[in-house]
Protein backbone atom coordinates (compact mmCIF):
# COMPACT_ATOMS: atom_id res chain seq x y z
CA UNK A 1 0.00 0.00 0.00
CA UNK A 2 2.24 2.30 1.73
CA UNK A 3 4.90 1.76 -2.26
CA UNK A 4 1.61 2.79 -4.01
CA UNK A 5 2.41 6.18 -5.10
CA UNK A 6 6.62 5.47 -5.06
CA UNK A 7 6.41 5.94 -8.66
CA UNK A 8 6.86 9.54 -8.77
CA UNK A 9 3.99 9.61 -11.79
CA UNK A 10 1.18 8.00 -9.78
CA UNK A 11 1.63 10.96 -6.88
CA UNK A 12 2.18 13.62 -9.23
CA UNK A 13 -1.54 13.12 -10.36
CA UNK A 14 -2.93 12.12 -7.33
CA UNK A 15 -1.28 15.84 -6.10
CA UNK A 16 -3.07 17.82 -8.78
CA UNK A 17 -6.35 16.61 -7.82
CA UNK A 18 -5.92 17.57 -3.91
CA UNK A 19 -3.73 20.79 -4.68
CA UNK A 20 -6.76 22.96 -5.98
CA UNK A 21 -9.28 21.43 -2.61
CA UNK A 22 -6.49 22.52 -0.05
CA UNK A 23 -5.49 26.40 -2.03
CA UNK A 24 -9.47 26.45 -2.01
CA UNK A 25 -9.50 25.40 1.92
CA UNK A 26 -6.56 28.15 3.00
CA UNK A 27 -8.20 30.86 1.22
CA UNK A 28 -11.25 30.30 2.84
CA UNK A 29 -10.87 29.13 6.27
CA UNK A 30 -8.37 32.16 6.38
CA UNK A 31 -10.50 34.17 5.42
CA UNK A 32 -13.16 33.44 7.75
CA UNK A 33 -10.70 32.69 10.60
CA UNK A 34 -8.86 36.17 10.28
CA UNK A 35 -12.83 37.88 9.65
CA UNK A 36 -13.76 36.11 13.08
CA UNK A 37 -10.37 36.94 14.73
CA UNK A 38 -9.83 40.51 13.82
CA UNK A 39 -13.84 41.91 13.66
CA UNK A 40 -15.81 39.60 15.06
CA UNK A 41 -14.70 38.13 18.67
CA UNK A 42 -14.92 39.94 21.89
CA UNK A 43 -11.66 40.86 23.71
CA UNK A 44 -10.41 39.47 26.37
CA UNK A 45 -11.23 39.77 30.10
CA UNK A 46 -7.48 40.54 31.14
CA UNK A 47 -5.54 40.69 27.74
CA UNK A 48 -8.34 42.94 26.21
CA UNK A 49 -7.26 43.31 22.26
CA UNK A 50 -4.08 42.13 22.73
CA UNK A 51 -5.61 38.42 22.52
CA UNK A 52 -5.94 38.45 18.93
CA UNK A 53 -1.99 37.93 18.54
CA UNK A 54 -3.26 34.04 20.07
CA UNK A 55 -5.41 33.28 16.77
CA UNK A 56 -1.69 32.74 15.32
CA UNK A 57 0.52 32.37 17.44
CA UNK A 58 -1.06 29.20 18.92
CA UNK A 59 -2.01 27.69 15.22
CA UNK A 60 1.56 28.17 14.15
CA UNK A 61 2.50 26.45 17.51
CA UNK A 62 0.85 23.91 16.72
CA UNK A 63 2.19 23.53 13.11
CA UNK A 64 5.04 23.82 14.60
CA UNK A 65 4.65 20.04 16.59
CA UNK A 66 2.99 18.63 13.66
CA UNK A 67 5.32 19.94 10.92
CA UNK A 68 8.00 18.01 13.22
CA UNK A 69 6.14 14.83 13.72
CA UNK A 70 5.46 14.55 10.11
CA UNK A 71 8.95 15.19 9.19
CA UNK A 72 10.13 12.53 12.11
CA UNK A 73 7.60 10.20 10.16
CA UNK A 74 8.80 10.78 6.72
CA UNK A 75 12.47 10.25 7.87
CA UNK A 76 11.53 6.85 9.32
CA UNK A 77 9.89 5.64 6.60
CA UNK A 78 13.08 6.98 4.32
CA UNK A 79 15.18 5.30 6.55
CA UNK A 80 13.24 1.61 7.44
CA UNK A 81 11.44 1.34 4.29
CA UNK A 82 13.64 3.00 1.69
CA UNK A 83 10.50 4.76 0.61
CA UNK A 84 11.65 6.66 -2.63
CA UNK A 85 9.34 9.71 -2.04
CA UNK A 86 9.93 9.63 1.63
CA UNK A 87 12.75 11.41 1.44
CA UNK A 88 11.27 14.26 -0.72
CA UNK A 89 8.32 14.92 1.80
CA UNK A 90 11.23 15.28 4.76
CA UNK A 91 13.35 17.63 2.76
CA UNK A 92 10.25 19.97 1.72
CA UNK A 93 8.47 19.58 4.90
CA UNK A 94 11.79 21.13 7.33
CA UNK A 95 11.36 24.62 5.94
CA UNK A 96 7.44 24.93 6.51
CA UNK A 97 8.30 23.42 9.95
CA UNK A 98 10.98 26.06 10.71
CA UNK A 99 8.90 28.89 9.43
CA UNK A 100 6.13 27.79 11.59
CA UNK A 101 8.63 27.93 14.79
CA UNK A 102 9.23 30.74 14.06
CA UNK A 103 6.15 32.58 13.70
CA UNK A 104 5.15 31.10 16.75
CA UNK A 105 8.63 32.21 18.95
CA UNK A 106 8.14 35.56 17.26
CA UNK A 107 4.46 36.41 17.64
CA UNK A 108 4.69 34.92 21.37
CA UNK A 109 7.43 37.29 21.77
CA UNK A 110 5.47 40.27 21.03
CA UNK A 111 2.56 39.07 23.07
CA UNK A 112 4.71 38.30 26.25
CA UNK A 113 6.06 41.46 26.50
CA UNK A 114 2.63 43.66 27.01
CA UNK A 115 1.47 40.44 29.20
CA UNK A 116 4.36 38.81 31.17
CA UNK A 117 6.51 42.19 31.46
CA UNK A 118 9.16 40.57 28.93
CA UNK A 119 10.09 39.48 25.72
CA UNK A 120 11.78 36.19 26.58
CA UNK A 121 12.18 33.95 29.19
CA UNK A 122 14.20 30.85 29.80
CA UNK A 123 11.61 28.46 31.23
CA UNK A 124 11.03 25.06 29.68
CA UNK A 125 8.31 25.76 26.78
CA UNK A 126 10.33 28.41 25.10
CA UNK A 127 13.75 26.93 25.57
CA UNK A 128 12.45 23.71 24.26
CA UNK A 129 10.55 25.44 21.01
CA UNK A 130 14.01 26.90 20.55
CA UNK A 131 15.85 24.01 20.41
CA UNK A 132 12.73 22.70 18.18
CA UNK A 133 13.77 25.57 15.73
CA UNK A 134 17.59 24.57 15.74
CA UNK A 135 16.29 21.04 14.86
CA UNK A 136 14.93 22.13 11.89
CA UNK A 137 17.83 24.19 11.20
CA UNK A 138 20.20 21.93 11.79
CA UNK A 139 18.25 19.07 9.59
CA UNK A 140 18.84 21.40 6.87
CA UNK A 141 22.11 22.05 7.39
CA UNK A 142 23.10 18.39 7.29
CA UNK A 143 20.91 17.28 4.39
CA UNK A 144 22.68 19.82 2.23
CA UNK A 145 26.11 19.40 3.41
CA UNK A 146 27.55 16.59 1.60
CA UNK A 147 28.64 16.12 -2.15
CA UNK A 148 26.55 12.61 -1.93
CA UNK A 149 22.77 13.95 -1.04
CA UNK A 150 21.87 10.32 0.07
CA UNK A 151 24.41 10.43 2.92
CA UNK A 152 23.05 13.61 3.75
CA UNK A 153 19.52 12.60 3.52
CA UNK A 154 20.44 9.21 5.50
CA UNK A 155 22.38 11.34 8.38
CA UNK A 156 19.64 14.12 8.38
CA UNK A 157 17.14 11.60 9.34
CA UNK A 158 18.70 10.06 11.82
CA UNK A 159 19.52 13.45 13.55
CA UNK A 160 15.52 14.04 13.05
CA UNK A 161 14.43 10.71 14.78
CA UNK A 162 16.57 11.87 17.63
CA UNK A 163 15.15 15.28 17.84
CA UNK A 164 11.69 13.72 17.86
CA UNK A 165 12.41 12.86 21.91
CA UNK A 166 11.74 16.68 21.67
CA UNK A 167 8.29 17.06 20.59
CA UNK A 168 6.55 15.57 24.04
CA UNK A 169 8.62 17.50 26.14
CA UNK A 170 7.71 20.41 24.30
CA UNK A 171 4.13 19.68 24.80
CA UNK A 172 4.41 18.53 28.51
CA UNK A 173 6.59 21.06 29.60
CA UNK A 174 4.31 23.03 30.98
CA UNK A 175 2.28 20.38 33.12
CA UNK A 176 5.63 18.68 34.23
CA UNK A 177 7.41 21.89 35.39
CA UNK A 178 6.80 25.40 36.67
CA UNK A 179 6.57 27.59 33.38
CA UNK A 180 5.79 31.17 33.01
CA UNK A 181 3.78 29.74 30.20
CA UNK A 182 0.07 28.85 30.92
CA UNK A 183 -0.74 25.81 30.29
CA UNK A 184 -3.00 23.91 27.27
CA UNK A 185 -6.37 25.94 27.00
CA UNK A 186 -7.81 23.59 24.41
CA UNK A 187 -6.93 19.94 24.94
CA UNK A 188 -7.48 19.42 28.62
CA UNK A 189 -9.18 17.46 30.89
CA UNK A 190 -12.78 19.21 31.77
CA UNK A 191 -13.21 20.83 28.33
CA UNK A 192 -11.23 23.87 26.76
CA UNK A 193 -10.53 26.74 29.29
CA UNK A 194 -11.90 29.32 26.17
CA UNK A 195 -14.87 30.70 25.72
CA UNK A 196 -16.77 29.66 22.39
CA UNK A 197 -16.52 32.92 20.81
CA UNK A 198 -12.80 32.74 20.89
CA UNK A 199 -12.13 29.24 20.04
CA UNK A 200 -14.32 29.73 16.86
CA UNK A 201 -11.43 32.09 15.38
CA UNK A 202 -8.73 29.92 16.53
CA UNK A 203 -10.11 26.63 14.99
CA UNK A 204 -10.62 28.02 11.66
CA UNK A 205 -7.20 29.49 11.88
CA UNK A 206 -6.28 26.31 12.98
CA UNK A 207 -6.98 24.29 9.67
CA UNK A 208 -6.56 26.78 7.79
CA UNK A 209 -2.41 26.30 8.22
CA UNK A 210 -3.63 22.60 7.84
CA UNK A 211 -4.20 23.60 4.49
CA UNK A 212 -1.87 25.82 4.23
CA UNK A 213 1.00 22.75 4.59
CA UNK A 214 -0.97 20.23 2.56
CA UNK A 215 -1.00 23.13 -0.34
CA UNK A 216 2.84 24.38 -0.08
CA UNK A 217 3.78 20.85 1.04
CA UNK A 218 2.53 19.50 -2.74
CA UNK A 219 4.38 22.41 -4.19
CA UNK A 220 7.74 21.70 -2.98
CA UNK A 221 7.25 18.39 -3.54
CA UNK A 222 6.69 18.98 -7.05
CA UNK A 223 9.57 20.96 -7.05
CA UNK A 224 11.74 18.43 -5.47
CA UNK A 225 10.94 15.34 -7.66
CA UNK A 226 11.33 18.12 -11.08
CA UNK A 227 14.68 18.76 -9.56
CA UNK A 228 15.40 15.13 -9.83
CA UNK A 229 14.46 14.73 -13.10
CA UNK A 230 16.98 17.18 -14.36
CA UNK A 231 19.59 15.96 -12.21
CA UNK A 232 18.65 12.64 -13.74
CA UNK A 233 19.15 14.58 -17.13
CA UNK A 234 22.07 16.40 -16.55
CA UNK A 235 23.90 13.10 -15.32
CA UNK A 236 23.16 11.08 -18.30
CA UNK A 237 24.24 13.52 -20.44
CA UNK A 238 27.87 13.80 -18.49
CA UNK A 239 27.80 10.05 -18.90
CA UNK A 240 27.14 10.28 -22.94
CA UNK A 241 29.94 12.98 -23.17
CA UNK A 242 32.62 10.66 -21.17
CA UNK A 243 31.60 8.12 -23.25
CA UNK A 244 32.23 9.68 -26.40
CA UNK A 245 35.45 11.19 -25.65
CA UNK A 246 36.68 7.80 -24.32
CA UNK A 247 35.64 6.57 -27.43
CA UNK A 248 37.66 9.44 -29.32
CA UNK A 249 40.81 8.83 -26.89
CA UNK A 250 40.76 5.43 -27.77
CA UNK A 251 40.54 5.71 -31.46
CA UNK A 252 43.14 8.31 -31.79
CA UNK A 253 45.38 6.02 -29.21
CA UNK A 254 45.34 2.95 -31.72
CA UNK A 255 46.14 5.47 -34.69
CA UNK A 256 49.01 6.25 -33.38
CA UNK B 1 13.93 -11.42 10.12
CA UNK B 2 14.07 -9.29 6.55
CA UNK B 3 15.83 -6.52 6.43
CA UNK B 4 13.76 -3.87 6.91
CA UNK B 5 12.03 -5.57 9.72
CA UNK B 6 15.68 -5.44 11.42
CA UNK B 7 16.09 -1.71 10.61
CA UNK B 8 12.43 -0.92 12.26
CA UNK B 9 13.31 -2.77 15.02
CA UNK B 10 16.62 -1.02 15.53
CA UNK B 11 15.16 2.12 15.13
CA UNK B 12 12.35 1.14 17.81
CA UNK B 13 14.99 0.18 20.69
CA UNK B 14 17.06 2.91 19.84
CA UNK B 15 14.43 5.71 20.26
CA UNK B 16 13.07 3.75 23.30
CA UNK B 17 16.58 3.91 25.17
CA UNK B 18 17.26 7.62 24.13
CA UNK B 19 14.10 8.20 25.28
CA UNK B 20 15.03 6.81 28.57
CA UNK B 21 18.25 8.92 28.75
CA UNK B 22 16.17 12.29 27.87
CA UNK B 23 14.09 11.22 31.00
CA UNK B 24 16.25 10.37 33.21
CA UNK B 25 18.70 13.96 32.30
CA UNK B 26 15.01 15.83 32.72
CA UNK B 27 14.67 14.66 35.95
CA UNK B 28 18.04 14.92 37.21
CA UNK B 29 18.22 18.53 36.26
CA UNK B 30 15.14 19.55 37.58
CA UNK B 31 15.96 21.69 39.64
CA UNK B 32 17.39 23.58 36.65
CA UNK B 33 14.47 23.16 34.78
CA UNK B 34 11.09 24.45 36.35
CA UNK B 35 11.51 28.74 36.01
CA UNK B 36 10.40 29.50 39.56
CA UNK B 37 9.44 28.09 42.82
CA UNK B 38 6.40 28.54 45.26
CA UNK B 39 6.55 29.78 48.23
CA UNK B 40 6.22 26.64 50.14
CA UNK B 41 9.04 24.82 48.36
CA UNK B 42 10.75 28.38 49.15
CA UNK B 43 10.67 27.46 52.70
CA UNK B 44 11.87 23.90 52.66
CA UNK B 45 15.19 25.11 50.72
CA UNK B 46 15.53 27.98 52.65
CA UNK B 47 18.78 29.67 50.25
CA UNK B 48 21.50 31.72 51.19
CA UNK B 49 21.41 35.52 50.92
CA UNK B 50 23.43 35.91 47.94
CA UNK B 51 21.18 32.41 45.39
CA UNK B 52 19.53 34.54 42.91
CA UNK B 53 16.15 32.54 42.30
CA UNK B 54 12.52 33.16 41.13
CA UNK B 55 9.27 32.57 43.42
CA UNK B 56 5.81 32.18 41.45
CA UNK B 57 2.42 32.50 43.32
CA UNK B 58 -0.55 34.90 43.61
CA UNK B 59 -0.37 38.12 45.32
CA UNK B 60 -1.73 37.93 48.63
CA UNK B 61 -5.43 40.21 48.73
CA UNK B 62 -5.01 43.18 50.50
CA UNK B 63 -1.40 42.88 50.74
CA UNK B 64 -0.37 45.34 48.31
CA UNK B 65 1.11 48.77 49.58
CA UNK B 66 3.17 51.80 48.12
CA UNK B 67 5.64 53.06 50.84
CA UNK B 68 6.55 55.78 48.33
CA UNK B 69 9.88 56.46 46.40
CA UNK B 70 8.80 53.85 43.61
CA UNK B 71 8.95 50.93 45.99
CA UNK B 72 6.28 47.99 46.00
CA UNK B 73 5.47 45.77 48.72
CA UNK B 74 2.99 42.38 48.42
CA UNK B 75 3.32 38.88 49.75
CA UNK B 76 3.22 36.31 47.03
CA UNK B 77 1.02 33.35 48.44
CA UNK B 78 0.25 29.34 47.52
CA UNK B 79 -2.49 29.67 50.13
CA UNK B 80 -0.23 27.43 51.94
CA UNK B 81 2.84 29.47 52.77
CA UNK B 82 3.35 33.34 52.01
CA UNK B 83 6.68 35.04 51.09
CA UNK B 84 6.73 38.95 51.60
CA UNK B 85 8.12 40.64 48.94
CA UNK B 86 9.87 44.31 47.96
CA UNK B 87 10.37 45.76 44.37
CA UNK B 88 11.26 48.93 43.05
CA UNK B 89 10.58 49.54 39.51
CA UNK B 90 7.87 48.62 36.99
CA UNK B 91 5.47 46.64 37.14
CA UNK B 92 3.39 44.72 34.64
CA UNK B 93 -0.18 45.73 33.25
CA UNK B 94 -1.56 42.40 34.55
CA UNK B 95 -0.34 42.99 37.70
CA UNK B 96 -2.66 43.20 40.65
CA UNK B 97 -4.40 41.67 43.64
CA UNK B 98 -5.36 37.76 42.86
CA UNK B 99 -2.87 37.43 39.88
CA UNK B 100 -0.50 35.20 39.75
CA UNK B 101 3.16 36.79 39.60
CA UNK B 102 6.59 35.39 38.84
CA UNK B 103 9.12 37.35 40.96
CA UNK B 104 12.83 37.21 40.34
CA UNK B 105 15.16 38.58 43.41
CA UNK B 106 17.20 37.50 46.67
CA UNK B 107 15.83 36.27 49.75
CA UNK B 108 17.37 38.81 52.72
CA UNK B 109 16.53 38.89 56.21
CA UNK B 110 13.02 36.76 55.37
CA UNK B 111 12.29 39.55 52.86
CA UNK B 112 12.30 38.47 49.21
CA UNK B 113 14.35 41.31 47.54
CA UNK B 114 12.80 41.28 43.92
CA UNK B 115 14.44 42.94 40.92
CA UNK B 116 11.87 41.72 38.16
CA UNK B 117 8.50 40.82 38.68
CA UNK B 118 6.60 39.30 35.72
CA UNK B 119 2.73 38.67 35.77
CA UNK B 120 1.50 35.04 34.87
CA UNK B 121 -1.46 34.18 32.18
CA UNK B 122 -3.57 31.33 33.10
CA UNK B 123 -5.09 29.12 30.70
CA UNK B 124 -8.85 31.33 30.91
CA UNK B 125 -9.70 33.11 27.52
CA UNK B 126 -13.02 34.90 27.57
CA UNK B 127 -14.60 38.35 26.70
CA UNK B 128 -15.17 40.39 30.16
CA UNK B 129 -19.24 40.05 30.08
CA UNK B 130 -18.74 36.26 30.31
CA UNK B 131 -16.03 36.73 33.35
CA UNK B 132 -18.43 39.25 34.95
CA UNK B 133 -21.76 36.73 34.69
CA UNK B 134 -19.40 34.04 36.30
CA UNK B 135 -18.54 36.28 38.94
CA UNK B 136 -22.32 37.18 39.89
CA UNK B 137 -22.97 33.50 39.94
CA UNK B 138 -19.47 32.86 42.77
CA UNK B 139 -17.63 30.25 40.19
CA UNK B 140 -14.87 32.43 39.69
CA UNK B 141 -12.10 30.25 39.65
CA UNK B 142 -9.87 32.47 37.10
CA UNK B 143 -7.25 34.85 38.25
CA UNK B 144 -7.91 38.61 39.40
CA UNK B 145 -10.87 40.08 41.53
CA UNK B 146 -11.64 42.80 39.23
CA UNK B 147 -12.56 41.95 35.69
CA UNK B 148 -12.88 45.02 34.83
CA UNK B 149 -9.90 46.12 35.69
CA UNK B 150 -7.21 45.36 33.28
CA UNK B 151 -9.69 46.22 30.56
CA UNK B 152 -10.11 49.97 32.29
CA UNK B 153 -6.30 50.30 32.47
CA UNK B 154 -5.59 49.45 28.97
CA UNK B 155 -8.31 51.82 27.48
Known sequence: MIHRFANPTRFLRLADRIQPWAAGLTVVLGGAGLYFALFSSPADYQQGETVRIMYIHVPSAWMALFCYTALAAACATALIWKHPLADLAARATAPIGACFTLLALATGSLWGKPMWGTWWVWDARLTSVLILFFLYLGYMALNGAFDDPERGQKASAILALVGFINVPIIKFSVDWWNTLHQPASVIKMGGPAIHPSMLTPLLLMAFAFKAYFVWVLLMRMRGEINAMKIRAVRLRQVHAAEATSADAGAATGEAR | ?155
Do not use: C
Request: charged content about 25%; hydrophobic content about 40%; glycine content about 10%.
Open chain 2, 1 to 155: MKRKHKRLTFVFIALLLLGSAAALVLTAFEDNIVFFYSPTELAEKSPGPNQRLRIGGLVEDGSVAKPGDGVVTFKITDTASTVPVRYKGILPDLFREGQGVVAEGRMRDGVFQADEVLAKHDENYMPPEVAEAIKKTGQWKGQGDAPGAAQGKSE
